[in-house]
């Protein structure tokens, strides 16, 4: 079993909707979970990042953790076409090494 | 600019053929790291390097060499490239966290390589 499985998509939305993006994971030691965006031929960057359990609101951009299912989630709202990407969910039990997902594709059709 | 540097950003090479992918920050980050990315599998780490001359195994360091004799640069060899190699590559590096957390990782622009 992978420590951390992701739906990989592809996910194609209409402008204008929200966006549910998913991971689960094994290891109960992760305290640290991260969503990074990679637009096509490019590094990853990074969108949101929490610790522990609960919610995390950024602008359009909402991460929730929820540790005692395991389950960590990414909501877009208002999506645009530039949010067209993919995203990856890694997390970490407090050192440097991430452990990522699979990634999902999304786009958004205006 | 703060940013990771890679080089070359395409490779076709043959197998055997020894070969260096190298990469640099500026950021004075101590950790780096290289990753491979293949579809399905996502990111998964090769090896990576905690300071200088301090280097670690990561989940599929088969058939990669790395060093750090600088903190900046951190070049990845592979001697002998084989076909499952073929890959799109990235070195990553960061900060290290002196509470133990995991401080955001900025991504080079990726180096894609195919070993025929």
């Known amino acids: 079993q992978k420590e951390v499985e992701q739906d990989p998509g592809p996910l194609s939305v209409p402008e204008g909707a929200i966006v549910s993006l998913n991971c689960t994971y094994s290891?109960?030691?992760?305290?640290?979970f991260m969503w990074y965006r990679q637009y096509s031929r490019k590094g990853p960057e990074l969108l949101m990042y929490t610790y522990s359990s609960g919610n995390k609101e950024d602008g359009r951009f909402t991460a929730q953790v929820d540790k005692s299912s395991k389950y960590i989630s990414l909501f877009i709202r208002d999506s645009q076409p530039s949010d067209s990407a993919t995203y990856l969910c890694a997390m970490s039990a407090g050192a440097n090494n991430l452990f990522f997902g699979t990634g999902t594709r999304l786009t958004v059709i205006p | 600019e703060a940013q990771v540097t890679q080089n070359p950003r395409y490779l076709i090479t043959v197998t055997g053929k020894k070969l260096t992918v190298t990469c640099s920050q500026n950021m004075n980050h101590e950790y780096m790291s290289w990753y491979r990315q293949d579809p399905g599998l996502g990111l998964r780490q090769i090896y990576y390097?905690?300071?200088?001359?301090?280097?670690d195994k990561g989940d599929v360091p088969e058939g990669y060499k790395v060093s750090r004799k600088e903190k900046r640069n951190f070049p990845l060899i592979l001697e002998s490239p084989s076909p499952n190699q073929t890959s799109l590559y990235f070195c990553?590096?960061?900060?290290?966290?002196?509470?133990?957390?995991?401080?955001?990782?900025?991504f080079g622009p990726g180096t894609r390589l195919t070993v025929l």
């Open positions: 390097s905690m300071n200088v001359e301090v280097t």
């Open positions: 990553a590096s960061s900060s290290i966290s002196r509470s133990g957390g995991a401080n955001e990782q900025f």
């Open positions: 290891n109960s030691a992760f305290q640290y």
